[in-house]
């Protein structure tokens, strides 16, 4: 199931961590946005971690400022702080819609849901006083959102919304499955 919702994942043309989000006090400036969010990149690939032997797939994550291992059974992390465990049983994972005013490129698999302009009026109409104004794509875009009780906090975009759903179902399967093995081992004890 782990190969399948990161397959699922990796479909995706661009996925990115939410490194910084922050509130906009003048929304007309800003294409009618009510946050910033600064972004970055992700590569994800199929790595063994260089310091165990498996023979299971394992995926690595490069973000920003961290490192992931994904392994089977739990996330090896590699942050500012040092190294971490989360086993999945411990992870808390939100799904949902992002809503995005896009500057960049769109990515080919991203839904596109409007248009809106670079400085706007509050009727929603362009505001004539920039004569560079130009429309800009409103999407939708994937939001995870990943933590534990011991520190791991992280937020990914990704740039389609339907692959996004996809892996949320097998990745609460994967949760909800270790919570009832964990489970069964307290009680077998």
């Known amino acids: 199931m782990l190969?399948?919702?990161m397959e699922t994942l990796l479909k995706n043309?661009?996925?990115w961590q939410i490194v910084k989000e922050s509130q906009i006090t003048s929304n007309k400036k800003n294409a009618g946005a009510v946050s910033s969010v600064n972004r970055s990149p992700i590569k994800i690939k199929k790595k063994k971690p260089d310091?165990?032997?498996t023979d299971a797939t394992c995926y690595y994550v490069k973000m920003r400022n961290d490192m992931i291992y994904i392994l089977p059974d739990r996330l090896v992390v590699r942050g500012r702080k040092g190294w971490g465990v989360v086993e999945y049983s411990e992870l808390h994972i939100l799904f949902g819609e992002q809503p995005f005013v896009e500057y960049g490129v769109v990515p080919k698999d991203t839904k596109v849901i409007g248009k809106t302009w670079q400085y706007v009026n509050k009727d929603g109409g362009p505001d004539k006083r920039y004569n560079n104004n130009r429309q800009l794509p409103k999407c939708v875009y994937g939001h995870i959102s990943f933590k534990s009780d011991t520190g791991l906090d992280i937020?990914?975009?990704?740039?389609?919304?339907d692959k996004?759903?996809?892996f949320k179902k097998i990745i609460l399967q994967i949760i909800e499955e270790s919570e009832e093995m964990k489970k069964n081992e307290v009680t077998k004890s």
């Open 3 to 5: 190969n399948q919702a």
């Open 51 to 53: 310091f165990m032997r």
């Open 13 to 15: 043309k661009m996925i």
């Open 164 to 166: 996004a759903m996809q």
């Open 155 to 161: 937020i990914i975009n990704v740039s389609d919304i």
